[in-house]
């Protein structure tokens, strides 16, 4: 099954109001320096799709909280170790709802979420 429960990490810090391209540098530098496939910004709350150069399924999700200062890396307990393809991504953003959670990153750290294409993210604990 493709998606399902999620998995939200944060995994680096940055000072909360510093310029995107200065966190994002930050990001890509503890990543070994991924190509950017997708970048989708809103005003709290920012989300890269970062690849492998030259590896179509090695996508991953991180979401950044512009307010608080907090990258996030974002996985779903679905069985696909490898990473995402573009199209994949795709369906989690358009058939999944995700950019909702995207809009308002502190929801990540709050609740659990499972996602499920047709649905919108659904709240398993907490709440946002």
Do not use: H
Not at 21 to 40: H, K, M, S, T
């Amino acid at each position: 099954m493709l998606f399902g429960r999620m998995d939200v990490r944060p995994i680096l810090r940055c000072d909360a109001g510093k310029e995107l391209e200065v966190a994002v540098a930050e990001l890509l530098a503890v990543g070994d320096y991924p190509e950017i496939a997708r970048w989708i910004q809103f005003p709290r709350g920012l989300m890269l799709f970062l690849m492998v150069p030259g590896d179509t399924r090695s996508g991953a999700v991180y979401v950044y909280d512009r307010c608080d200062g907090i990258w996030y890396f974002v996985d779903f307990q679905d069985q696909n170790y490898g990473g995402y393809s573009l199209a994949e991504l795709d369906v989690l953003l358009d058939r999944c709802y995700f950019l909702r959670l995207v809009e308002n990153p502190r929801c990540l750290g709050r609740s659990e979420w499972f996602l499920t294409p047709g649905q919108a993210p659904q709240a398993v604990a907490g709440r946002c």
